[in-house]
């Protein structure tokens, strides 16, 4: 069974940062497109971001209203993507989740991240 | 960036009853990336087209999409009482190695 776990979430002022972590199991990872997308508070989803498995080359692309503040990489060893967030912003708030392949076929629950002064 | 608008925002129908959402790009999608999701309050996105009319594995055959270029539609031949959720329809697209991926605002189906 493919699972998805992130961690990392949490409370944070504008200006800072946070590191996001999605575990994946169940599934060869290390072949795996892996994608982050979020959904602010009672709002719809959006995409923030994606990198390709290494045969792909690893390359990333994000959204415009993240590119330049979030780099996302990928440890094949231990089966896990992150997501560094910095100079975060309160519109960033949101619940993250992150999701395989080219189309988002398997999700994980999700993590919150506050930003907050 | 390609923009999708759905509709209606809102879907009010009762449990056996025929539902159309539909999704509409503002220029033509790549090829026939569009994608559609349901997603229950509290948890996450569930795939259930891709491809804009393959269903994904363990979608039941009440679900369909058709479409392509700039109109799509999400079609639930008779609604269970489990497909009253949110649906979100989502462009991909590749090009000059980059891929790009944008979201609908959703639709909301209740029960009537």
Known sequence: EVQLVESGGGLVKPG?????????????????????VRQAPGKGLEWVGRI????????????????????????????????????????????????TGLVFDHWGQGTLVTVSS | ??????????????????????????????????????????????????????????????????GSGTDFTLTISRLEPEDFAVYYCQQYCQQYGSTLYTFGQGTKLEIK
């Open chain 1, 16 to 36: 800072e940062s946070l590191r996001l972590s999605c575990a994946g199991s169940g599934f060869t990872f290390s072949n795996a497109w892996m994608n982050w």
């Open chain 1, 52 to 99: 390709k498995s290494k045969p792909d080359g690893e390359t990333t692309d994000y959204a415009a209203p993240v590119k330049g503040r979030f780099t996302i990489s990928r440890d094949d060893s231990k089966n896990t993507v992150y997501m560094q967030m910095n100079s975060l912003k309160a519109e960033d708030t949101a619940e993250y989740f992150c999701a």
């Open chain 2, 1 to 66: 960036e390609i923009v999708l608008t759905q509709s209606p925002g809102t879907l009010s129908l009762s449990p056996g009853e025929r539902a159309t959402l539909s999704c509409r790009a503002s220029q033509s999608v790549c090829s026939t990336y569009l994608a559609w999701y349901q997603q229950k309050p509290g948890q996450a996105p569930r795939l259930l087209i891709y491809g804009a009319s393959s269903r994904a594995t363990g979608i039941p055959d009440r679900f369909s999409g058709s």
